[in-house]
């Protein structure tokens, strides 16, 4: 039997895109004998995750038409993700859904396990599905799952009570899931391992198809495969791209190496690029202060754009240093990007007088501060409208954990595209981006990191080390360890409940932060909502 | 029977302090006599949502020690709302629970219907109770729910194959229901409804507990009761105020009248309050423009905080009217806030200047417009740093759903008071807040708005009547009506097409809007989430 794994990158809501991309797929499969088509969770739909937009019910209603409509044309059997509407008026009314297409469409299975936990939101939207599904292909039998209903609880965490995998052990010849499974660092491994072991523990293939590409700060990073009942692997999608792999179930092939940090720049790289196409945006700005947040920010931009549709703004004010000038200029000219020097000088000293009134007489403080950030980002945003570009911001994790950052200033954009990396990795990153050549000026990188925005200011005036910060910023925020547990764990007692309270209070500037490409298993957005107004420490 | 409805404002987290309050509570219901103390849903916890906060584990384990610690020393039987661990590892291992403490924690109920819709996210953080609690107090049998238990599946359209009030009938003498239901406009009286139906259907007395403050965008107006079982009132607890309210179950009282109008101001004033009180804000500022939206929220904001906290800022531009200088101080001079006036000329030209190298030889458009919006937005937040103030947003629903604002512009702001007030009830509302003198000047309300942010600009160059606006809002973004629906509805398709685009485009900008006071049944913010790269059209 020959399984076609259709890896698709597909546009929310676009049902029409979604349809033409699943046709090809299946034309694709069919020249190259396929008996069985397979793709991702949802993928009728446009993909995941799809959101508040299931709310609108003509929408589902004219993906299910479209997808009836599909069934009738494809050569081959077909397995497609959709949502399926449910008979009657309540709610939830919709399912996760798989529907076989084979001349029509000949049977549907429901997800079972609907998850609800940090980036996702399933029970909000979908009922879960009661029954196993097995059907018959090409004299086989088949056994439905999505996603999240072969995960086994020891990884997620979460006790379902329904095994949907023990239900199927002896009750077919293979197990397809459709997945659209979000990517973070680590997690290609761990979910090779899985697979592996639900493939033996079912003592059958197991067909993995998930989506590609990125959704807003989701990024899917595909690694479809094909597992023999030994954990064998029988095929492997490329990573990072679309793609349509057919493989006989009687083919075994070597797999491929992972690296963690050549993953983490190509998802970044991925992210961007989705998030500028699936937006229709064809151009970036970012500002360049010289430091090395904002070079590896053009760097990953230049990488998923291209050179010719980045523009870095270099903006001097009066704390600026000449060497982190000297340092943007020589990041541009190496990356070869449009750069334009526009001093906030003028700006910082017109605002002041106009702030006079207020200002005279007291101290300079945060507010001038913040103010040369605020007026950075007014040049960037102002740049950005008049290229009809979309600006990034290139705050990274640690800063964005602790609210080192301005609202309004240095946050303005409509993507942070190293939101979730810690200072750490954007170091490890940065070393990476100049594997080949400097792309990255070395200064950048080795230099002490500044906000330059009072005399001989650096990040470690009021921060420990980043190495620090970035180990208890990971127990605090991504395994929500409580502060005597990160004391007991050897922290610094004084040093935690600080870092603990600026976490704390800088909630309302993530709540209204550019979405941040998410690439840890916790990362600040969709995934972590707290509450603003709560008490601290 | 006499029995208390401890109606609580209480700060997310804050168990130290939701415990002192329902001591005191406790202790005032004694004083009156009372048999038992109801207070609200997740009381203990300190309110409700709570959020991901609850993934704190520890956070829960020191509450429940709290909740113990109390139960002890309480000298009547007492219902409270809080988090219940569970035992084992599985998540979630937390139930939504009210605890019966009368020397010790002498029973657990867990709440059995969680919603997962609009605002709510209750199966992310709890397991569903399975079974009907009926506890015996004073003699009397009673049975305890916790707010969505007892809503039938016709309001909140959500099948839960579940019926916690038809398991209670003939089993109780007495059902308690602890609520944080937020409120929206005419949900009181459904709320009125609904209770009085639940109470002749079980053919008992029903206590209600609601919560009263605010939290982030959620309002709660309390309007706690006791209702007989032929649905006549025995008690209400005063409305938008923290209260022990103490009633026999033979009282009887008349019910105090609704009106929606002054419902929605009192609920603004007090989510501006409670929002400003917890996060620890005293003083506000914000920019006003002569036009109505800014002279509402100033207006709000005094009757929230008083005047001597409020600080409004005239910014006038270049294309800035006369007209509305004047209405700006007039506003000023009626509420008594001080004013400054700090041009944006200066930093216009300067910012213009600046821009040379960029925007030279290129019309004057959307770049210049935002221009203008972005110094103004960073000259309120120069004085709110300086201040130690928290900047309000001015935008309306209106505005906010089809993107006419500028984000960095005049969407900064912490808080935005009347983000979820159409702009036909921005007049209503402005017309009641010169129900007894004329606070906001009356040009601001009679003229046709505008942004001022070019020659003879007015919002209805490229907007319907703001009645026909809102009637086409209405119907796309709360019921999710199809254009299509709403064309036959009798709208015109063209302005259908182009508002829907409007919005549809727009929802960049409010994924990183303030938190905008939720007043209507689907506001922007948590409880309405949309993809931001998706098919548009």
């Given at each position: 039997m020959r399984i076609a794994l259709a890896q698709l990158d597909l546009l929310i809501g676009d049902i029409d895109g979604a349809c033409a991309q699943i046709r090809q797929a299946v034309a694709v499969a069919a020249k190259q004998g396929a008996d069985l088509v397979v793709c991702p969770e949802l993928a009728a739909f446009g993909g995941y995750p799809p959101r508040d937009l299931v709310e609108r019910r003509w929408l589902v209603e004219r993906q299910w038409a479209a997808l009836t409509a599909l069934a009738e044309t494809v050569a081959l059997p077909t397995i497609v993700g959709c949502i399926e509407p449910l008979a009657g008026a309540a709610r939830p009314a919709l399912a996760n859904a798989l529907a076989v297409l084979d001349r029509g469409v000949v049977a549907t299975y429901r997800k079972r396990l609907l998850p609800t936990y940090d980036v996702f939101d399933e029970r909000r939207w979908f009922r879960p599905g009661e029954v196993a599904s097995v059907i018959e292909i090409r004299g086989r039998r088949v056994g439905l799952t999505v996603c999240e209903d072969i995960w086994p609880s020891a990884d997620s965490g979460v006790d379902y009570g329904v095994d949907p995998v023990a239900e199927l052990i002896g009750r077919c010849d293979l197990i397809v899931n459709a997945s659209a499974s979000p990517f973070h660092v680590a997690k290609p491994a761990l979910r090779r391992r899985m697979l592996a072991d639900v493939a033996r523990r079912a003592g059958c293939p197991l067909v993995y198809c998930n989506l590609v590409g990125a959704q807003d700060e989701l990024l899917f990073d595909g690694d479809s495969c094909i597992v023999a009942s030994d954990g064998a692997l029988i095929a492997r999608a490329p990573r990072w791209t679309t793609a349509v792999t057919v493989a006989d179930l009687a083919d075994r092939v070597a797999d491929v190496a992972l690296d963690d940090i050549d993953d983490l720049w190509t998802g970044l790289v991925a992210g961007i690029r989705g998030y500028c196409a699936k937006t229709r945006q064809g151009r970036v700005v970012l500002g360049l202060s010289g430091g090395i947040d904002s070079a590896l920010v053009a760097t990953l931009a230049v990488d998923a754009l291209g050179a010719a549709n980045v523009t870095g703004l270099l903006?001097?004010?009066?704390?600026?240093s000449r060497g982190s000038i000297d340092d943007a200029v020589a990041l541009a000219t190496n990356l070869g990007i449009a750069h334009h020097t526009l001093p906030i000088g003028d700006g910082f000293d017109a605002a002041l007088r106009t702030l006079q009134p207020i200002f005279a007489g007291t101290p300079s403080g945060v507010a001038e501060e913040n103010l040369q950030s605020r007026l950075r980002g007014t040049l960037v945003m102002a740049v950005a409208n008049k290229l009809n570009a979309m600006a990034l911001t290139t705050g990274n994790k640690s800063e964005l954990a602790c609210g080192y950052c301005t609202i309004y200033g240095d946050m303005n954009g409509g993507l942070a595209p190293i939101g979730d990396v810690y200072k750490t990795d954007v170091w490890r990153l940065s070393r990476h981006a100049n594997?080949?050549?400097?792309?990255?000026p070395d200064a950048s990188i080795t230099k002490a990191p500044s906000a330059e925005l009072r005399e001989n200011q650096t990040d470690q005036d009021s921060l420990p080390p980043y190495h620090v910060l970035d180990r208890i910023l990971r127990r605090y925020v991504e395994e929500s360890a409580s502060p005597a547990a990160i004391v007991a764990a050897g922290e610094d007692p004084d040093l935690v409940a600080k870092i603990v309270r600026l976490v704390e209070v800088s909630e309302f500037k993530r709540r209204q932060a550019a979405p941040a490409l998410r690439?840890?298993?916790?990362?600040?957005?969709?995934g972590r909502r707290m509450p603003i107004a709560r008490a601290i420490g």
């Open positions: 903006m001097p004010g009066p704390y600026s594997r080949d050549r400097e792309r990255i690439v840890s298993r916790k990362a600040f957005g969709i």
